[in-house]
């Protein structure tokens, strides 16, 4: 009997001890919810409208008798643009010059409202069956007053030969025109050896040589002088060497403002 008496005395020590230490952990306990800690911040990139493209002409704007256009070509059109070592690119249609000339001509030539559809496909050659195709889908269902065309430097750079990339521009050309859509074809600005940094790659020169003979042959089919406009300025062009920086999208919105200004202007005839 006094090894049970003995046996209860230690489970009541061994009780006590529980109930004090369970006592103390309700006094550690909290007695409201533990503050959350703030999240992270993440830094926001403001997204800023494209701006106005500027004109380049002096006289004032008067009324334009087209306003359907669709802007046909690769990722120049699309709106790709470089980081500053050329090692990544950035696919910004917003920012594009369709999206920054057609805030340009509803500006510039309102009350009139106009449509500029973007149709760039990033990494497309013009001398792919199926861009062809693409152009032939594009125009029977959008059915634009005008087409703006810049095509042909993908098909450069895998060394495709000229007459080859002759051949199929002539091909949009004939197949717009046919349909009476004139086409407003660009020649390409200087692309650069991202080695260097400033070397104009050369092949650049006969290209739009060809573009511009292509136009001259050609009714309805008008030239827009990306070239001259882009002039020897490297800070028009990215990293990389080929595509724009948003400066150079402006150039190029600009430049197409006033090639669209020339090529389709309302003249009115007074009656006596």
Request: with cysteine.
């Amino acid at each position: 009997m006094r090894n049970l008496g003995f046996i209860s005395s230690l489970s009541k020590q061994f009780l006590v001890g529980l109930v004090a230490l369970a006592m103390a952990a309700c006094a550690d306990a909290p007695t409201a919810p533990s503050a959350v800690p703030p999240a992270a911040q993440v830094p926001e990139f403001a997204q800023q409208p494209p701006p106005v493209p500027p004109r380049d002409v002096t006289a004032p704007p008067g009324a334009l008798g087209v306003t359907r256009f669709v802007a046909f070509g690769d990722s120049i059109t699309y709106g790709t643009l470089s980081s500053f070592d050329g090692r990544f690119l950035f696919d910004v249609p917003s920012h594009s010059y369709p999206a920054r000339l057609e805030l340009g001509l509803d500006t510039h030539h309102g009350p009139q409202s106009f449509v500029v559809g973007n149709q760039g496909n990033p990494g497309e050659t013009v001398t792919a069956t199926a861009t062809f195709a693409r152009y032939q889908n594009v125009l029977l269902s959008q059915r634009p007053q005008a087409v703006l065309l810049l095509e042909g430097v993908n098909d450069l750079n895998i060394a495709v030969s000229q007459p080859a990339i002759s051949s199929a521009l002539g091909q949009m050309l004939d197949y717009s025109t046919f349909r009476g859509m004139p086409v407003l074809i660009a020649t390409m600005p200087r692309i650069y050896d991202t080695s260097t940094t400033d070397r104009p790659d050369e092949r650049i020169v006969p290209f739009n040589d060809e573009v511009r003979r292509l136009a001259s042959t050609r009714p309805n089919v008008h030239v827009v002088d990306l070239y001259a406009a882009f002039g020897t300025d490297r800070s028009l062009v990215g990293g990389d060497g080929l595509h724009p920086t948003p400066e150079g999208y402006d150039v190029m919105a600009a430049t197409f403002l006033a090639a669209i200004e020339r090529a389709f202007p309302v003249t009115r005839t007074v009656l006596q």
